[in-house]
């Protein structure tokens, strides 16, 4: 089973190398970096925690950020040990440098749903562009031959879940909700 799915995710990246475009490959690259160490999402974060109204929400999205680093780089990576497609065969393709730590699962991902996830349910009117531009940073992780498309797959599962499960966690810490 595990070699049907690595051999179908090694055909959809085949898939995808095919279709650079020197444009696209500088709008993936712009996308991809804006989800580095979580920038895009600390730069919506962190303005909320400085509005009353706003500062649960902007913790909780860093709440989310935290356990979903947590469980997926610094857990599951290290439990899988997935190497990255682009350590493998796909050399003449890599766009961008090639990152470090292990493929799966996409911790750009994972990282970018934990936000959806939280901004789904505590801010519903600005969710559309939000798993809009999460679904961005994933499919840019595919453009760029970094990840797998399961690594993806499994981020957006996991993220979701790390979103989901921080919104309880961050209502009880009672800081957040000091008036400043």
């Not at 190497?83 to 996409?106: G, M, T, W």
Request: proline residues 6%; hydrophobic residues 50%; positive net charge.
């Amino acid at each position: 089973m595990r070699e049907r799915i690595q051999a179908w995710d090694d055909r959809m990246l085949m898939r995808i190398a095919k279709r650079h475009t020197p444009l696209m490959n500088r709008i993936m690259i712009m996308i991809t970096s804006s989800g580095n160490n979580g920038l895009i999402w600390f730069a919506l974060a962190v303005p909320m925690l400085l509005m009353n109204r706003w500062r649960l929400m902007g913790f909780t999205v860093l709440a989310a950020m935290g356990i979903a680093t947590l469980t997926g780089e610094i857990t599951i990576k290290h439990i899988v040990k997935r190497v990255r497609p682009c350590n493998k065969a796909f050399d003449e393709y890599l766009l961008i440098e090639n990152p470090p730590h292990y493929s799966f699962p996409s911790g750009h991902t994972t990282a970018s749903f934990a936000v959806a996830a939280v901004i789904m349910i505590m801010c519903p009117t600005i969710y559309t562009p939000v798993v809009l531009y999460a679904a961005m940073i994933s499919l840019s992780r595919l453009y760029l031959l970094v990840h797998y498309p399961t690594d993806v797959l499994a981020g957006i599962v996991i993220g979701t879940v790390c979103g989901l499960v921080s919104i309880p966690i961050a209502q009880f810490i009672p800081l957040f909700s000091i008036q400043f």
